[in-house]
């Protein structure tokens, strides 16, 4: 649940999304769900000489199943509150 | 999962988890991203020819397999002539 | 040492203390992190900064077996970086030297 939320404030911002094909794609984060699929706009694909499957698609949907890593803004990541929150989260865990 | 409400009636491009990659338009879709796919053309990606396309017909594909679906620009796809493209095949996930 | 005076008594213990903490990653598919960690969830699911990533490319030449492989490193470096935790094998606290 909290990762999920760090991703709705991160709407509207660059993000590069790193699968496990080796494929990265930057886009506009446009939303999120529970199970961290991501719908990116504006879509660039790393490398895409390589890779010119999506030369004609502009914006898609990525299952969270298949993310490795995704490359985030730091200017629009509030460090402090994350680990607040994450100990929070934890806290609660504790208890259920 | 509202995320592919917007897709619907479209003509989109899905990637699967062993790479192949399949055009079609999106006629529906449920809660595990399990879609459907109809007029569906499977493209083939080599280096030693151009794109293959492989006409698949209806196809229902279990969201499990799903790595990508993106929107395909119809001017963008209809400018480029896939017999001039050459490319390995993108990789599968692995693990 | 007594479990109740670190406050360590769970796995997920040792990553809570280590918020705001360099840490260790080791990652499925030879890869390797470092960075200082913001945010994790009960899916191992972290988010850290200043990234450090090594990956281990192992070359097998055709016919010569496993262990003769040479091993390349290739290194980068990322500002924010969310990792899905289903890669991750273990995390592991800054060391207290």
């Known amino acids: 649940m909290l990762i999920f939320s760090v991703f709705k404030t991160l709407t509207d911002q660059q993000v590069t999304v790193e699968l496990k094909n080796d494929l990265s794609i930057t886009g506009v984060l446009k939303s999120v769900d529970q199970f961290l699929n991501i719908r990116l706009d504006a879509i660039k694909v790393l490398d895409e000489t390589r890779h010119p499957h999506m030369m004609a698609v502009k914006n898609c949907f990525i299952r969270g199943s298949v993310v490795r890593y995704v490359q985030l803004p730091a200017e629009h990541v509030d460090t402090q509150l994350l680990e607040d929150a994450t100990r929070r989260e934890a806290a609660n865990q504790g208890k259920r | 999962m509202s995320s592919l409400q917007g897709y619907v009636d479209r003509r989109v491009l899905l990637i699967l988890q062993d790479g192949r990659a399949i055009a079609g338009v999106l006629v529906g879709f449920d809660q595990k991203s399990n879609v459907v796919l109809s007029d569906s053309i499977e493209r083939v990606y080599s280096m030693e020819e151009g794109v293959e396309e492989i006409p698949l017909g209806l196809y229902l594909v279990k969201g499990d397999m799903i790595v990508l679906i993106g929107e395909i620009d119809d001017a963008v796809d209809t400018a480029v002539d896939l017999s001039t493209i050459h490319a390995e095949p993108l990789p599968a996930i692995r693990y | ?97």
Request: avoid cysteine.
């Open chain 3, 1 to 97: 040492m007594d479990p109740s005076s670190t406050g360590i008594q769970e796995p997920f213990d040792l990553i809570r203390l280590s918020l705001s903490e360099r840490v260790f990653v080791k990652l499925r598919g030879d890869r390797e992190i470092t960075g200082v960690l913001h945010a994790y969830d009960g899916h191992m699911n972290l988010i850290l900064s200043d990234v450090e990533e090594t990956i281990m490319i192992v070359d097998v030449a055709d016919g010569a077996s496993e262990d003769q492989g040479t091993v390349k490193v290739a290194k980068r470096k990322m500002d924010m970086l969310f990792v899905r935790g289903d890669g991750v094998i273990l995390v592991s606290p800054p060391s207290r030297a």
